[in-house]
């Protein structure tokens, strides 16, 4: 089975620096800003609900590639305390844009998905994911 090519990812809304600096994380993430790469991701995923849910194979395949290379977590540790600093703010991105927080929440779905441990769901996601759908499970959510 071929691996994943960079073709096969929606990353055509990002400007031509930005694809270029996806495209190179894919293949080579130690030649990168993994931080920057990372926030981009995030920043994306919260404006666009269908990169949303494309992030998480995109940030699955720029891990694989960085444990492969160096056996490197710098672009997972910088994705998680990003997820986590989103988390915490969460009310306050819910009141602002419902539209952002579903995004949020598809993308830290389909990160908590993607992203394995010893085969295992990140673990320090687990709260945040059960925390988001309860949140969207509440009545009257759909409603502000």
Request: proline share 3%.
């Amino acid at each position: 089975m071929m691996e994943n090519s960079t073709d096969d990812y929606r990353i055509q809304s990002f400007d031509l620096d930005t694809q270029m600096l996806l495209k190179t994380a894919l293949k080579d993430p130690s030649s990168v800003n993994l931080e920057k790469v990372s926030n981009v991701i995030m920043d994306q995923s919260l404006k666009d609900q269908v990169f949303s849910k494309e992030a998480g194979r995109i940030c699955y395949t720029i891990v694989q590639a960085e444990a492969k290379q160096n056996n490197g977590n710098v672009f997972r540790r910088n994705l998680l305390n990003r997820l986590q600093q989103e988390f915490k703010d969460r009310e306050e991105t819910r009141e602002r844009s419902l539209q952002e927080w579903v995004c949020y929440v598809t993308f830290i779905c389909n990160i908590f998905d993607y992203l394995k441990v010893n085969n295992m769901p990140m673990v320090a996601l687990v709260h945040p994911v059960f925390d988001c759908l309860m949140r969207l499970a509440q009545p009257g959510c759909s409603n502000e």
